[in-house]
């Protein structure tokens, strides 16, 4: 090697070096316990013990999260230190052990939680999302509840006797459904936000799946589910579980927006592919969330694209129904009026026709004035 050789590769290295120094990793240890009582089942007892271990790890590595935030000035909230936090963490179990303790099991799960500051900047924009942050809560307010749950019924249970003991046990047995969902659902979320990716989502709903196989009344697993459905392609799929959700009444009035964006989407879609009317259900069901937040009135001209869909079926009377209430929200719109006088061309009603194509072309659709030029000279 030539001398000159030796500085530059003796650079690259250094770099390389320096590169891997910067890549901090911060492994944290914490344990978990849980006791099993009547009617609970050995699995979800192992399961929440190692909740117990997530969440003592989740408090650590916030600590951590919070302090590297502050050296790199990323300005982070409370609640988007712990959604990092849990975004970051990679586990594994350690040890684990089950003793008897008096006539139930006590369960004990010790836990390694690594962070990794290589993907802190990444996760951090994504915790910034206030969806995040409530989809976070959301999941650990379910488990907080599980456990409020099942403690009250174990304590029913020592004082319960014959039919209402197995009353009791029942509920027990619900409980630990829910929460067995609860563990899918975060698990489904997990994979949605970690790559934007087929076969992520392909997990996802997969997860979403089991969850409701366990607990079929969870509404925010139908909505996950619809929109990774979405990101695959699978319309009718997607548009299933939206009218799952609806049907469970999830928050509509809450959500009034996003279900008018979802059904106002699948019915341009269907349109887009002309299947005009397959179309005709999702923009109907989009029409009932369409007072929701007036701003998207004029964007997303519900009527216009609905007509349309009449005009292509041949049904240009409805079509006109809705072309009127569409230029009642955009007077105007040289659209509305050239497709006004091709409904009223295929009524044969060239008055009425010649009307709206004059109107079109005065203001400003180029295709209305040839209408004008070619038919009605």
């Known amino acids: 090697m030539k001398p000159n050789a030796i500085f530059p590769l003796t650079i690259i290295v250094f770099l390389l070096f320096c590169a891997v120094g910067f890549a901090e990793v911060k492994e944290i240890i914490s344990e ?16 929440r013990a190692l909740l117990n271990a997530k969440r003592a790890a ?42 008897v303790v008096g006539d139930g099991f006590h369960f004990w799960v010790k836990i390694k939680a690594r962070v990794n500051s290589d993907k802190m900047e990444e996760v951090a924009g994504k915790a910034k999302d206030k969806s995040a942050i409530e989809d976070f809560k959301r999941i650990q307010a379910a488990y907080d509840k599980s456990q409020r749950d099942i403690e009250e019924l174990k304590k029913q249970l020592l004082l319960a006797k014959g039919d209402q003991k197995k009353e009791i046990e029942k509920k027990i047995s619900d409980d630990e459904k829910r929460f067995q969902a609860n563990e899918w659902i975060e698990k489904g979320k997990r994979a949605t936000h970690a790559l934007s990716e087929r076969s992520e989502y392909l997990k996802a709903i997969e997860a979403f799946t089991s969850a409701l196989a366990l607990d079929p009344t969870r509404c925010d697993a139908y909505g996950e589910r619809a929109i990774d459905y979405q990101r695959i392609g699978e319309l009718e799929k997607y548009k299933e579980d939206l009218d799952k959700s609806l049907a469970l009444k999830c928050s509509v009035e809450a959500k009034g927006d996003t279900y008018f964006y979802a059904y106002f989407a ?25 007072d929701h937040r007036g701003v998207y009135r004029t964007s997303d001209p519900l009527y216009t694209w609905r007509g349309l869909a009449y005009q292509r079926l041949g049904q240009y009377d409805r079509s006109l129904k809705d072309f009127e209430k569409a230029l009642a929200i955009d007077p105007g719109n040289s659209l509305i009026f050239t497709t006004m006088g091709s409904s009223y061309f295929g009524l044969e009603n060239k008055r009425q026709a010649r009307v709206y194509f004059e109107k079109g072309c005065t203001a400003g659709n180029d295709y209305a004035c040839r209408v004008l030029r070619d038919h009605f000279r």
Do not use: W
């Not at 006791?35 to 007892?45: A, H, I, L, S």
């Not at 002309?274 to 369409?290: G, I, M, S």
């Open 58 to 99: 989740i408090e650590q590595a916030g600590t951590y999260v919070e302090s590297y935030s502050k050296v790199k000035n990323l300005q982070l909230t409370e609640d988007e230190i712990k959604v990092m936090a849990s975004g970051l963490m990679e586990v594994t179990t350690v040890d684990k052990k089950r003793t």
């Open 32 to 47: 978990g316990t849980y006791n099993m009582g009547d009617g609970e089942t050995p699995g979800v007892t192992e399961s």
């Open 266 to 290: 699948i019915g341009k879609d269907y349109f887009d592919k002309k299947r005009y009317y397959d179309a005709l259900e999702p923009f109907n069901k989009a029409e009932r969330f369409y």
